[in-house]
């Protein structure tokens, strides 16, 4: 298939702690296709987070591989950009600084300047960044922060944007900004992203396709395609149609399941002292 | 008076100046009222008397002037090391897991101690007390501006990789600059040990400076000159550090909501 961007191939990881070896990732596989949007959810320690940091290169695996484009990936690259929940902003550059930030790196010398200082103008604009250019990151607010890291991030115009919960520390409306952004932005930047968010609705809303993780090893559960209209045409209503609560609702019941954390109603209970209603017999009801 | 609630800047500076006044004042009242010997505590007027006293002879000012270049002297040579090690330590684990034991080590050597030792290394010149100041402080400033670069947060450095960013332009144009205004800060704060440090060179193995006029006037029991000493090293100390400060602000506005 010519058209797979990101082949992870049975990747694992694991880390040696003080209780012995740790398996975050346990022979993870899957394919992600050029221009598609995967979300990646679970419950906490499902290791979704180093799913995504493998896949920037940030780490490396234990076993497996992931391949981008064919080629093995050996570390971080400008090619795989990432998007932080927060704190990757720098406080010393600018709005219009921290966009251009990938400008003045080595890795992009011999770049046409004109064209990049055209992108980054465009980036701004794009992202409804222009009235603040000249604006130091901490005058921001939190969903204003994380436009610029998407803006920063598609400058360099990576094949791949890994975005790991970067709405998870924005309030709800913030978010739902957010999404309605990021859809409008990738509605003309189409690229290849893969999500790790908790929030299984935002996850829903954006993705063409999700991947459930489990956790005690991280594991792939399942693959949801979405089966919603393509992203770009979605809007805030479909939040509220049948399809969408249904498919996140049975994607919230099997993360519960995975995550083995069912909660005792007797037990709960007897603690609280709340009686529970008898069932009623089949007489009573007629 | 509620804990943490705010004050308006002009409230806290009458409360500082009226502080100030309450001390001198205290001061004057306790060294007029006879109970307390004037060779022990000389009164205020005393003091200022002697310090105009000295300052038209010139002395004071020259004294002021050859511990202040000492001063500077020995600090730049200190943060001009301890700024790119610490760097180099706050960056990469191995060069701290190196030199970290020693360091440690270090800090706690008693400076003063060392005195026999420079004086025999560099004789009783100049660089004696340029040599104390820079061991009384080099070993702190290294520690201290390693620990400011560890906490340049990790996405911050981990963005810049995955904007294709290398080694060297992680050091210099993520690590340096976001540290930048706590090492200033760490500066600011090894200055005044700097002093510390002048001064006992100079009670031991000097013939000018301040410390070397206090030693000089506690031979003859001038002990208002000795206070002027005192207070001197004080206001170029407190002088400094304001200018320090003044420099942060002006340096770093984005980091003006830290302080």
């Known amino acids: 298939m010519s058209d797979v961007k990101l082949a992870i191939r049975s990747l694992s990881k ?3 702690t003080r209780e012995g070896v740790f398996t975050a990732l346990a022979d993870v596989s899957f394919e992600v296709a050029a221009g598609e949007f995967v979300a990646v959810v679970g419950a906490s320690g499902c290791g979704k987070s180093s799913l995504l940091r493998l ?26 950009a990432m998007v932080f929940q927060d704190y990757s902003l720098y406080p010393w550059l600018t709005v219009a600084q921290n966009v251009a930030f990938s400008r003045g790196l080595s890795a992009n010398r011999g770049r046409d ?26 005058t921001l607010s939190g969903g204003m922060r994380q436009r610029v890291a998407i803006a920063r991030a598609l400058q360099n115009e990576p094949d791949v944007l890994l975005m790991d919960e970067p709405f998870g520390a924005l ?8 999404h309605e952004l990021i859809l409008h932005v990738l509605a003309s930047e189409r690229r290849t992203i893969v999500f790790v968010t908790h929030d299984v609705e935002e996850a829903v809303y954006l993705a063409d396709r999700i991947i459930v993780l489990a956790p ?13 209209p393509p992203s770009l045409t979605r809007t805030l209503e479909l939040k509220q149609a ?3 609560s249904s498919l996140a609702g049975r994607i919230r019941a099997r993360i519960r399941e995975t995550s083995g954390l069912q909660s005792d109603i007797a037990a709960l209970r007897r603690l609280t002292g709340v009686k529970s209603p008898e069932p009623r017999s089949a007489s009573e009801r007629s | 008076m509620k804990i943490r609630s705010a004050l308006q800047p002009r409230r806290y500076f009458a409360i500082a100046v009226a502080s100030f006044l309450a001390w001198t004042l205290g001061w004057w009242a306790l060294a007029a009222s006879g109970w307390v010997d004037p060779m022990f505590l000389p009164g205020p007027l005393a003091v200022l008397r002697r310090a105009y006293l000295w300052a038209v002879d010139g002395d004071l000012v020259v004294d002021a002037r ?7 002297a020995g600090f730049l040579l ?14 990469y684990r191995p060069v701290r897991a190196f030199s970290e034991p020693l360091l440690e080590f270090a800090r706690y050597l008693p400076a003063v101690a060392f005195v026999p030792m420079v004086l025999l290394w560099v004789g009783i010149g100049e660089g004696s007390k340029i040599a104390l100041i820079w061991i009384g402080t080099f070993f702190q400033m290294v520690i201290m501006i390693s620990e400011d670069v560890a906490r340049v947060p990790l996405p911050q450095i981990e963005a810049a990789r995955t904007l294709g960013a290398t080694d060297v332009e992680l050091l210099f144009r993520v690590l340096l600059r976001s540290a930048l205004p706590a090492i200033v800060d760490t500066l600011r704060i090894t200055l005044g040990w700097a002093w510390t440090y002048l001064v006992v060179a100079e009670l031991v193995a000097a013939n000018s400076g301040l410390g070397y006029a206090i030693l000089k006037a506690q031979r003859f029991l001038q002990t208002d000159k000795i206070f002027v000493g005192i207070i001197v090293i004080g206001l170029i100390g407190l002088g400094t550090d304001q200018l320090m400060r003044a420099l942060h602000r002006a340096l770093f506005p984005w980091a003006a909501n830290r302080a």
Do not use: K
């Not at chain 1, 076993?63 to 981008?68: A, E, K, R, S, W």
């Not at chain 1, 992108?119 to 604009?125: D, I, Q, T």
């Open chain 1, 14 to 16: 694991s880390f040696a």
């Open chain 1, 216 to 228: 005690g090893p991280g594991r792939i559960d399942s693959i949801w395609p979405t089966e919603l």
């Open chain 1, 55 to 80: 896949i920037a290169g940030l780490e490396s695996p234990s076993g497996g591989d992931v391949l981008q484009g064919g080629q093995p990936v050996r570390g971080p690259g400008r090619d795989r």
């Open chain 2, 66 to 72: 050859i511990s202040s270049l000492r001063v500077i």
């Open chain 1, 113 to 138: 300047r004109a064209a990049s200082a055209e992108r980054s103008n465009l980036l701004l604009g794009l992202m409804g960044l222009a009235r603040v250019a000249g604006a130091y990151p901490h």
């Open chain 1, 171 to 178: 309030d709800a409306q913030t978010r739902e900004v957010m």
């Open chain 1, 242 to 244: 049948a399809a969408f």
């Open chain 2, 78 to 91: 200190s943060a001009v090391m301890a700024v790119p090690l610490g760097l180099l330590i706050g960056a």
